[in-house]
Structures are given as structure tokens and as C-alpha cells.
């Protein structure tokens, strides 16, 4: 007789969620949370790369791209699934493009006879060196860059050149920034805290918040 071993999750482990970025940085960033132990409480994560979204797409545009990759996961046995990509030059507020794309993303999964209640979209502002920027003081007082901030929250900024923040990070580097390299390693170093305060008088990211929050965190 063959025997099926059950694959039930040990008592005390979280579930994994299911993770879509748009871009390498993020990709590489955020599963650190759960493995480093960033922040407390955080499950594991599984991330799937989008390789990028375009600036130009619809929401009905994006849904179709991203709806393979939440399917992929739910396949996977991961029925939390976060889709976080960037707000970038859009007009639209990003709680307002969340929104657009998890409707669209809602009917494109019903039409394929796919579960959308565990299904979340999170815009970071204007995109992930936002999130990076919100802890600038105190990564300065880290040594971890070089120079000071001249900004307060850069949350929403299009930044110098309309570069959204890669001008920034250059700056306060004293070289120049790599996304995939400095990205990642940045994130560790966050005070997530402040990264992520935004009440009257903070200079943090609501949007990282939203990320968070959206973990569980």
C-alpha cells in the first residue's frame, strides 16, 4: 500500500505569502524581512518578478500581466497574495491606483474562475526609493550615507530630473546608486519605525505603512 505523507504546516509556522514586484530591487529587498528578521512577526515571503510595468499600462493592462503570477502563487498553495508596484509619474493617487488595480485584478481573476478575496495591491509612492528615503536622516546618522537630506518626506516626490530619487540616493551615497545592489542592502538598514511613520510632524512613508500593515506587521 503506498502511503501519503501529509505536507501539513507545522504548529507555529506562518504561511507563506505570495509576493509580485515590479522590479529587481524589490524583488531582492523584500523576502529579507521575514529572513532577517527585520521585523518581528513577519511571514515568510515568496516574491515574483515583474521585470517592470510600464508607465503608460491601464489598470485593466496591468491586471491581465499581473494575473498570472497571483494565479501562479495560489497554484503554489499561497493563498495571500501582495502585488506592490510603483505609482511612478501617474496623475493618480497611489490609494486611488490601488484601487483602480485590484478591481481590475479582481474581474480578471473571477473570469478566469480564480479566488480574489486574499488578493492585495499596495502602490508605493512614487516608487521603492521612496521607501528608502523616509529613513534618510537617521541612515545618515548611521553613517550609512555619506551626506546629510536636504528634503523632509520625499514620499510622492518626482525628485531631481523627475528620477524619483535615484538623483537622491546619489547624493547622499556620494557615488552612484545601484538599484539592485545598494537597494536591497539599504532596506536592511531601515528604522522601520520612522521609515513608515506618517503622522502630523513625520517625515516617513505611508505607503511602506500600507505595505506592512498589508503583511500583517
Known amino acids: 500500500m503506498t502511503k501519503h505523507h501529509s505536507k501539513a504546516r507545522r504548529a507555529g509556522v506562518q504561511p507563506t505569502v505570495g509576493l509580485v514586484v515590479e522590479g529587481d530591487a524589490e524583488f531582492a529587498a523584500f523576502p529579507l524581512l521575514h529572513k532577517n528578521k527585520l521585523i518581528a512577526g513577519c511571514p515568510p515571503l515568496k516574491a515574483t518578478n515583474l521585470n517592470g510595468v510600464g508607465t503608460d499600462r491601464k489598470p485593466e493592462g496591468i491586471a491581465k500581466l499581473i494575473a498570472p503570477k497571483v494565479i501562479a502563487h495560489q497554484t503554489a498553495g499561497r493563498t495571500k497574495v501582495i502585488v506592490c508596484i510603483d505609482r511612478e509619474q501617474r496623475s493618480l493617487c497611489a490609494p486611488g491606483f490601488a484601487t483602480a488595480v485590484l478591481n481590475a485584478l479582481k474581474t480578471e481573476l473571477q473570469s478566469r474562475n480564480k479566488p480574489s478575496d486574499d488578493v492585495h495591491v499596495v502602490i508605493a509612492d512614487r516608487t521603492f526609493e521612496a521607501w528608502l528615503l523616509a529613513d534618510a536622516k537617521g541612515l545618515h546618522q548611521r553613517k550609512v550615507f555619506r551626506h546629510a537630506p536636504k528634503f523632509n518626506s520625499f514620499e510622492g516626490q518626482m525628485g531631481e ?20 545592489k545598494d537597494g536591497p542592502d539599504i532596506f536592511t538598514k531601515l528604522d522601520f519605525p520612522t521609515a513608515r511613520s506618517h503622522s502630523k510632524g513625520a517625515v516617513g512613508s505611508k505607503s511602506l505603512d500600507k505595505f506592512l500593515r498589508t503583511l500583517g506587521i
Request: aromatic share 4%.
Open 161 to 180: 530630473r523627475q528620477l524619483k530619487g535615484v538623483i537622491e540616493l546619489t547624493g547622499l551615497l556620494g557615488r552612484p546608486y545601484s538599484k539592485t
